[in-house]
C-alpha cells in the first residue's frame, strides 16, 4: 500500500506530530510504501520513509494553518500514492482524517467556562485564527471532504455528528498511544538518580510534571494557584514543551511560586522529565485524547487531570491516578494532590499504573489504524 501522511510536523517533541511520527514509523516497519509531507520532520531510525518538505509561513501566526493546507494540496497533485492519511484541519482534504480536536467544541467549551466580558473571552473573539480553523474544519467535514474519519473518543464522534451531522458509520474509534519501549517503569528507574540530579531535584522534592505546547488551555495557571494553596517549597513543577517560556515564568512569579518552578523547555525525549518526576499534572480545559497521558502513564507516572475525554476513559480513581472535575480550581487540583503527598501512597499507587494502559501500546493500537487505511485504499 502506498501511503501519503500529511501534518505539518513528524517529530517526538510535541503531541500530534508524535502520532504522526509513530504511524510511519509503524506503517513502513509493516512493508508500505510511505511518504511524509510535512514542514519539519525527524527522521525514524532504519526507516525507509520519504519526506517531502511543504513550506508554510511562519509570520502571521494565524495563516501558518491555512497556508500548509494550500502548500500541502498542491504538493500532493503531483504525488503518487493509494490513501491518504491527515491529521488535522489544517491538511488537504479527501483522505483518512484522523481528528485529534474538534475546534469547533473547544470554542463551544471554552466560552462556557468564560465570563462575556472576561479579557479572555475578548481575545478569543478577535483573535484571527478561530474563523480560519473552523472554515477549514467545515471543508474537512462536509461530504466528499474525506473518505473515512478516526477518532480518539466517543466524545469525539458525538461532537463531529452534532455540529457537522458526519454518519456515525463514517466514523471510526481508535485510541492514541504510547510506545512501550520508551515508556515504561523499568527506564525510568534507570535514570532517575541522574535526571533528577540534571534538575538539581532534591532527595525529599516532589516534582510534579507538566507537558503542554500552550499554558491557558493545558491549566498552567490552576497549578500555580494549587501550588499557593498548599504551601509545600518542596513541590516542584517541571514545564517541559514549546509553551512560552517567558510567560511561564511571569505568571509563576505573579503567583508568588517561582522558586517552585523549572522552566525546561521542548524536548524529544520527554520520558527523561518522566524519570525525574514523581506525578504527571495537567488540568486540562480540552483535550480529544491526550497522548501525554498515556505516555505518562506508560512510564508508571500516576497522573492527576480533569474528566476530559479520553482521561476520563485511562483514568481509574485510585489506581492510576485522579480526576478534578474542574479545570480552573486550583482548590480541587489542590486537594486531589493532597493524597499524593504522601511517598507511600504514591509509591503504591506507581508500581500499578502502567498495567492499566497495556491496551494502548501502540503497536496494539496501529494495527488497527492499519485495516483502515486498507479498507480506503481498496
Same mark, same amino acid.
Given at each position: 500500500?502506498?501511503?501519503?501522511?500529511?501534518?505539518?510536523?513528524?517529530?517526538?517533541?510535541?503531541? /500530534?506530530?508524535?502520532?504522526?511520527?509513530?504511524?510511519?514509523?509503524?506503517?513502513?516497519?509493516?512493508?508500505?510504501? /510511505?511518504?511524509?509531507?510535512?514542514?519539519?520532520?525527524?527522521?525514524?531510525?532504519?526507516?525507509?520513509?520519504?519526506?517531502?518538505?511543504?513550506?508554510?509561513?511562519?509570520?502571521?501566526?494565524?495563516?501558518?494553518?491555512?497556508?500548509?493546507?494550500?502548500?500541502?494540496?498542491?504538493?500532493?497533485?503531483?504525488?503518487?500514492?493509494?490513501?491518504?492519511? +491527515?491529521?488535522?484541519?489544517?491538511?488537504?482534504?479527501?483522505?483518512?482524517?484522523?481528528?485529534?480536536?474538534?475546534?469547533?467544541?473547544?470554542?463551544?467549551?471554552?466560552?462556557?467556562?468564560?465570563?462575556?466580558?472576561?479579557?479572555?473571552?475578548?481575545? $478569543?473573539?478577535?483573535?484571527?485564527?478561530?474563523?480560519?480553523?473552523?472554515?477549514?474544519?467545515?471543508?474537512?467535514?462536509?461530504?466528499?471532504?474525506?473518505?473515512?474519519?478516526?477518532?480518539?473518543?466517543?466524545?469525539?464522534?458525538?461532537?463531529? +455528528?452534532?455540529?457537522?451531522?458526519?454518519?456515525?458509520?463514517?466514523?471510526?474509534?481508535?485510541?492514541?498511544?504510547?510506545?512501550?519501549?520508551?515508556? =515504561?517503569?523499568?527506564?525510568?528507574?534507570?535514570?532517575?538518580?541522574?535526571?533528577?540530579?540534571?534538575?538539581?531535584?532534591?532527595? +525529599?522534592?516532589?516534582?510534579?510534571?507538566?507537558?503542554?505546547?500552550?499554558?491557558?488551555?493545558?491549566?498552567?495557571?490552576?497549578?500555580?494557584?494549587?501550588?499557593?494553596?498548599?504551601?509545600?517549597?518542596?513541590?516542584?513543577?517541571?514545564?517541559?514543551?514549546?509553551?512560552?517560556?517567558?510567560?511561564?515564568?511571569?505568571?509563576?512569579?505573579?503567583?508568588?511560586?517561582?522558586?517552585?518552578?523549572?522552566?525546561?523547555?521542548?524536548?524529544?525525549?520527554?520520558?527523561?522529565?518522566?524519570?525525574?518526576?514523581?506525578?504527571?499534572?495537567?488540568?486540562? $480545559?480540552?483535550?480529544?485524547?491526550?497522548?501525554?497521558?498515556?505516555?505518562?502513564?506508560?512510564?508508571?507516572?500516576?497522573?492527576?487531570?480533569?474528566?476530559?475525554?479520553?482521561? $476520563?476513559?485511562?483514568?481509574?480513581?485510585?489506581? =492510576?491516578?485522579?480526576?478534578?472535575?474542574?479545570? =480552573?480550581?486550583? #482548590?480541587?487540583?489542590?486537594?486531589?494532590? $493532597?493524597?499524593?503527598?504522601?511517598?507511600?501512597?504514591?509509591?503504591?499507587?506507581?508500581?500499578?499504573?502502567?498495567? +492499566?494502559?497495556?491496551?494502548?501500546?501502540?503497536?496494539? /493500537?496501529? #494495527?488497527?489504524?492499519?485495516?483502515?487505511?486498507?479498507?480506503?485504499?481498496?
Amino acid at each position: 500500500m502506498r501511503v501519503a501522511l500529511a501534518f505539518p510536523g513528524c517529530h517526538r517533541r510535541a503531541g /500530534v506530530e508524535r502520532v504522526v511520527w509513530e504511524c510511519a514509523r509503524f506503517l513502513d516497519t509493516r512493508g508500505h510504501t /510511505v511518504t511524509v509531507f510535512a514542514n519539519e520532520w525527524e527522521e525514524a531510525p532504519g526507516s525507509h520513509i520519504t519526506y517531502v518538505r511543504v513550506p508554510m509561513l511562519r509570520r502571521p501566526y494565524f495563516l501558518r494553518g491555512a497556508s500548509f493546507f494550500r502548500q500541502c494540496t498542491r504538493a500532493l497533485h503531483s504525488a503518487t500514492y493509494e490513501v491518504l492519511n +491527515t491529521h488535522g484541519c489544517v491538511c488537504p482534504t479527501g483522505g483518512v482524517h484522523w481528528v485529534q480536536s474538534v475546534h469547533h467544541a473547544w470554542l463551544e467549551r471554552s466560552r462556557a467556562m468564560r465570563p462575556p466580558l472576561s479579557p479572555e473571552r475578548l481575545r $478569543q473573539k478577535v483573535n484571527p485564527l478561530h474563523p480560519i480553523l473552523l472554515g477549514l474544519e467545515r471543508k474537512h467535514f462536509r461530504k466528499g471532504g474525506y473518505r473515512k474519519i478516526i477518532v480518539t473518543t466517543e466524545q469525539v464522534r458525538q461532537d463531529l +455528528t452534532r455540529i457537522f451531522g458526519l454518519l456515525e458509520e463514517d466514523i471510526v474509534i481508535i485510541p492514541n498511544g504510547f510506545d512501550p519501549e520508551n515508556f =515504561n517503569p523499568g527506564r525510568r528507574r534507570a535514570h532517575r538518580k541522574d535526571a533528577r540530579n540534571a534538575l538539581s531535584l532534591g532527595e +525529599t522534592d516532589i516534582a510534579l510534571l507538566f507537558v503542554a505546547h500552550e499554558l491557558e488551555r493545558k491549566g498552567y495557571r490552576t497549578i500555580l494557584q494549587a501550588l499557593q494553596l498548599l504551601h509545600r517549597p518542596d513541590l516542584k513543577v517541571l514545564v517541559v514543551g514549546r509553551a512560552d517560556r517567558q510567560r511561564a515564568a511571569v505568571l509563576a512569579e505573579a503567583h508568588g511560586v517561582s522558586e517552585q518552578v523549572i522552566i525546561c523547555g521542548p524536548t524529544s525525549d520527554v520520558a527523561h522529565f518522566h524519570a525525574a518526576a514523581d506525578l504527571f499534572v495537567l488540568p486540562t $480545559q480540552y483535550e480529544a485524547f491526550c497522548l501525554a497521558i498515556l505516555e505518562a502513564l506508560g512510564s508508571g507516572l500516576p497522573v492527576i487531570t480533569s474528566a476530559v475525554p479520553g482521561a $476520563q476513559d485511562a483514568i481509574v480513581e485510585g489506581e =492510576n491516578g485522579s480526576l478534578i472535575q474542574d479545570p =480552573n480550581s486550583g #482548590e480541587q487540583l489542590a486537594l486531589a494532590l $493532597q493524597a499524593y503527598l504522601d511517598g507511600q501512597f504514591r509509591e503504591q499507587i506507581s508500581m500499578q499504573v502502567s498495567s +492499566t494502559v497495556e491496551k494502548y501500546q501502540w503497536p496494539r /493500537v496501529l #494495527e488497527r489504524y492499519e485495516q483502515v487505511l486498507l479498507e480506503a485504499s481498496a
